[in-house]
């Protein structure tokens, strides 16, 4: 029995695929971010005086993004529309400020502190549930989900940066929490409970004890759309013949 292929190629109304690969440059900084500058609107016992306004960093540069992408487009049926894409990004010199030696004469300096990896798979889907040619009812419905994952590939010094309840570490995602762990509550008495930093559970609540836990980056994201539509044909009056 010979068994035909649940489409045909004069079904496939388009077909495309597509592949790209960049460099993406962002600055993120003032034509003088890099330089040593001064400010002289300060005072000194009553007397004009100079300050130091922004300490010179002269190896910094911008964030470099290289981006590979691939992608395929399909319509079948002249109906169903499929696009997708999956991409793989990587940043090198991420700008951020890192505290330095009060000794510099500053608290904080922009530097360039690693690097990171996004990378992910999109996809939309499109129906034309209600299709007519002419005049009468239109429906097309239209769903996007989107799954991505990033990572902290490097970071300056192997140093980790804590963010207020989030954290970046080498080798977790960017967006992870770095909390207290909640152990529940002693059955006994009512109190709280926590985990210190090494899983053992304790009443005591004490910052010491934060470590990465869980990220706020979304599994899964998307959303869908509906467009209907009428169309009313010319007004064609009854004629007498």
């Given at each position: 029995?010979?068994?035909?292929?649940?489409?045909?190629?004069k079904?496939?109304?388009?077909?495309?695929?597509?592949?790209?690969?960049?460099?993406?440059?962002?600055?993120?900084?003032?034509?003088q971010?890099?330089?040593g500058?001064?400010s002289?609107s300060?005072?000194?016992?009553?007397?004009?005086?100079?300050?130091?306004?922004q300490?010179p960093?002269p190896?910094?540069?911008?964030?470099?993004t290289?981006?590979?992408?691939?992608?395929?487009?399909?319509?079948?049926?002249?109906?169903?529309?499929?696009?997708?894409?999956?991409?793989?990004?990587?940043?090198?010199?991420?700008l951020t400020?890192l505290?330095?030696?009060?000794?510099?004469?500053?608290?904080?300096?922009?530097?360039?502190?690693?690097?990171?990896?996004n990378?992910?798979?999109e996809?939309?889907?499109?129906?034309?549930v209600?299709?007519?040619?002419?005049?009468?009812?239109?429906?097309?419905?239209e769903?996007?989900?989107?799954?991505?994952?990033?990572k902290?590939?490097?970071?300056?010094?192997?140093i980790?940066?804590?963010?207020?309840?989030?954290?970046w570490?080498?080798?977790?995602?960017?967006?992870?929490?770095?909390?207290i762990?909640?152990?529940?509550?002693?059955?006994?008495?009512?109190a709280?409970?926590?985990?210190?930093?090494?899983?053992?559970?304790?009443?005591?609540?004490?910052?010491?004890?934060?470590?990465?836990?869980?990220?706020?980056?979304?599994?899964?994201?998307?959303?869908?759309?509906?467009?209907?539509?009428y169309?009313?044909?010319?007004?064609?009056?009854?004629?007498?013949?």
């Open positions: 029995m010979h068994n035909e292929p649940f489409y045909k190629l079904d496939v109304d388009v077909f495309k695929w597509k592949l790209s690969y960049g460099v993406n440059g962002n600055s993120r900084l003032g034509s971010q890099a330089m500058l001064y002289y300060s005072s000194y016992a009553g007397e004009a005086a100079g300050a130091l306004a300490c960093n190896s910094l540069s911008w964030e470099t290289h981006m590979l992408n691939g992608g395929l487009r399909l319509r079948l049926y002249d109906r169903l529309d499929v696009d997708m894409e999956v991409y793989n990004n990587k940043t090198l010199g991420l400020d505290d330095v030696s009060r000794l510099t004469g500053d608290t904080r300096v922009k530097r360039n502190m690693g690097s990171m990896r990378r992910g798979i996809a939309t889907i499109g129906f034309d209600i299709k007519t040619e002419k005049d009468g009812l239109n429906w097309y419905f769903l996007n989900v989107a799954h991505t994952r990033n902290v590939l490097k970071l300056y010094n192997g980790s940066k804590v963010m207020g309840n989030k954290i570490m080498e080798g977790v995602d960017v967006n992870t929490y770095y909390l762990r909640w152990a529940g509550v002693d059955p006994q008495d009512g709280p409970l926590w985990y210190d930093a090494n899983g053992n559970v304790t009443r005591t609540y004490d910052l010491s004890n934060r470590v990465p836990y869980k990220s706020s980056s979304p599994d899964v994201s998307g959303g869908f759309t509906n467009t209907v539509s169309r009313i044909g010319r007004y064609h009056p009854w004629r007498r013949t």
